[in-house]
Nanobody, 125 residues
Framework: QAHLAESGGGWVQAGNSLRLSCEGS????????MAWFRRAPGKEREIVAA????????YYTDSVKGRFTISRDNAKATLDLQMDNLKPEDTAIYYC??????????????????WGQGTQLVVSS
């Protein structure tokens, strides 16, 4: 059974860094695009970053460009999100997602069919 498990969330002060990790199992991890989404309190889910099946291309939403870095290790079946210079507006539940249908960088939630349970990040000012 396909499964994604996020880890690394927590509480951090603004300006600091944190790294989220996601481990996949039960499916071909290298088969498609992967992404991090987030849902902030009172807001809709939004994409944060996405990465092509082989890591050769990435996408970032404007608000995290230059601060966040997405990476994947297909051999280890892991997806990471390095978050630097965190801001209070980054506070959200972060979700890892995998697509079994789209190999290039997929930017829409509907293109992903495997989702993790989420990990909470709180950034205090």
């Amino acid at each position: 059974q396909a499964h994604l498990a996020e880890s690394g969330g927590g509480w951090v002060q603004a300006g600091n860094s944190l790294r989220l990790s996601c481990e996949g199992s039960g499916f071909t991890f290298s088969g498609g695009s992967m992404a991090w989404f987030r849902r902030a309190p009172g807001k809709e889910r939004e994409i944060v970053a996405a990465i092509k099946w082989n890591g050769a291309a990435t996408y970032y939403t404007d608000s995290v460009k230059g601060r966040f870095t997405i990476s994947r290790d297909n051999a280890k079946a892991t997806l990471d999100l390095q978050m630097d210079n965190l801001k209070p507006e980054d506070t959200a539940i972060y979700y890892c997602a995998a697509s079994t249908r789209f190999r290039l960088v997929a930017e829409r939630a509907g293109q992903y069919d495997i989702w993790g349970q989420g990990t909470q990040l709180v950034v205090s000012s």
